[in-house]
């Protein structure tokens, strides 16, 4: 089984706590594990891409980062809580 990076890590703790439906779900279909890696991956490449488009207007690598982590951040880790 690969390992989580710190976003996987970042997404299970939250989705523990704020999705706990969805992760009983995931868990009972034995997909939580491809489901966190799945939004690692989407979140590196989306990040790398931002963090490209970013420099190119001028802020500096840690300022590009910061700002694709803060555009990215919510559409796979840091979901919205279940109702």
Same mark, same amino acid.
């Given at each position: 089984?690969?390992?989580?990076?710190?976003?996987?890590?970042?997404?299970?703790?939250?989705?523990?706590?704020?999705?706990?439906?969805?992760?009983?779900?995931?868990? &009972?279909?034995?997909?939580?594990? !491809? =489901?966190?890696? #799945?939004?690692?991956?989407?979140?590196?490449? @989306?990040?790398?891409?931002?963090?490209?488009?970013?420099?190119?207007?001028?802020?500096?690598?840690?300022? &590009?980062?910061?700002?694709?982590? !803060? =555009?990215?951040? #919510?559409?796979?880790?840091?979901?919205?809580? @279940?109702?």
């Amino acid at each position: 089984m690969t390992p989580l990076t710190q976003y996987g890590k970042m997404a299970e703790n939250h989705w523990r706590e704020f999705l706990p439906k969805m992760v009983r779900e995931l868990e &009972a279909t034995s997909r939580l594990h !491809e =489901m966190l890696l #799945e939004a690692e991956e989407k979140t590196k490449d @989306e990040m790398a891409s931002l963090r490209i488009q970013l420099t190119k207007q001028g802020l500096t690598a840690d300022q &590009a980062h910061r700002q694709a982590w !803060e =555009m990215v951040r #919510e559409k796979y880790i840091l979901l919205p809580p @279940e109702e």
